[in-house]
């Protein structure tokens, strides 16, 4: 079986590019990785793993059509823009097109019918159009990255504190690496076609019950600072420039503000048999970042 994966060198498809890679040496040759990315020199990690690299844009047809040649499933992972419907269309409608039977999709569990935020609406305006092509699929659907703290790590540091525009909003944060595991058994393993599987981490947190989490491992009191909305956003804007990418974070951020999503599911306990890791599990690994 060949698996191409794409954003295999960011965060989740990383993760994911990882624990699949682990399984190849026991597929016993059955299993081939290939990895669609930008940049090969960024990719070397994925080529050490024995992944093929097929070098080029996700937009360009002819990158595509070489990424897919020969290739049963494909994950589709791509970062929030304003092209991310149009690029995922299309990526699935060439799949399709070249013979790849099953797609995994990176969605978010927020993305439910009716959503009005962009970054939800374009995942939910992707999975309709995923599910009515035709092909087998199967939603992947991660909670609040844990990963996304590591950009407070230095207010953290230097202040005690972290600042975000989220109320007493919550999530059962997930660690990027469950997901990727998650992904793997999903690309790799049986029976997972017309699933949508949530991801989170183990407990429903608000960010200040996170914020006491990070400062009993880091042996500090650490503050939430819920942060006017205005005054987030202009912080913001200094990192992200794109005016739709900024609106549609800070939409997300209200959303979380306004409730978030207050429960857990136990994807990763079923699907790879183990508890999902704890933000304090997350912190200790990643310590040198918050203390
Ligand atoms: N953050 C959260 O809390 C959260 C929660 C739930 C769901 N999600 C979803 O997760 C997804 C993002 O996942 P992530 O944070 O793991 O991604 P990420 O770390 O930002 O990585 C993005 C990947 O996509 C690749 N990529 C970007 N544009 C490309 C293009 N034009 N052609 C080929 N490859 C391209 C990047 O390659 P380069 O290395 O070349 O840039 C990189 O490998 C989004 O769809 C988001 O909605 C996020």
Redesign the pocket.
């Known amino acids: 079986m060949t698996i191409l994966l ?10 994911a590019a990882k624990a699949l890679a682990s399984k190849m040496g026991a597929a016993k040759g059955g299993l081939k990785l290939r990895a ?4 090969a020199e ?2 070397q990690a994925l080529k050490d793993l024995g992944i093929e690299l097929v070098v ?5 047809n002819a ?1 595509l059509e070489k990424a897919f040649a020969g290739v049963d499933k494909a994950l589709l ?5 304003q ?2 419907l149009e ?1 995922e269309k299309n990526f699935t409608d060439l799949a399709k097109k070249a013979g790849v039977k099953h797609i995994v999709k ?6 439910v019918p009716g959503a009005t935020a962009s ?1 939800p609406a ?2 939910v305006a992707s999975e309709n159009h995923i599910r009515a092509s035709g092909l087998a699929w199967t939603m992947v ?5 844990m ?2 703290l590591l950009g407070n790590g230095r207010t953290i540091k230097e202040m005690g504190k972290f600042f975000l525009p989220c109320g007493n909003g919550c999530t059962a ?2 660690d ?1 690496r469950d ?1 990727g595991a998650v992904i793997a058994e999903v690309l790799s393993g049986t029976g997972h076609e017309g699933k949508s599987y949530d991801v989170t981490g183990p407990q429903v947190l608000t960010f200040a019950q996170a914020a006491e989490i990070i400062g009993s491992v880091i042996g500090k009191k650490v503050e939430y600072v819920d942060q006017p909305m205005a005054e987030y956003r202009a912080m913001l804007g200094k990192f992200i420039t794109n005016e739709w990418h900024l609106n549609a974070v800070c939409q997300l951020f209200a959303e979380i503000g306004e409730g978030g999503l207050n429960k857990t599911t136990d994807t990763v306990k079923k699907l790879l048999g183990r508890e999902p890791a704890s933000l304090e599990q997350f912190v200790r690994e990643h310590i040198a970042v918050f203390k």
């Open positions: 794409t954003g295999a060198t960011g965060k989740t498809g990383g993760a669609l990315v930008r940049n960024k990719a080029g844009d996700i937009a360009d990158v992972l791509l970062p929030n823009s092209k991310q690029l990176v969605s978010s569990m927020e993305s970054i374009t995942h659907r991660p909670n609040f990255f990963q996304n944060m997930s990027t997901i």
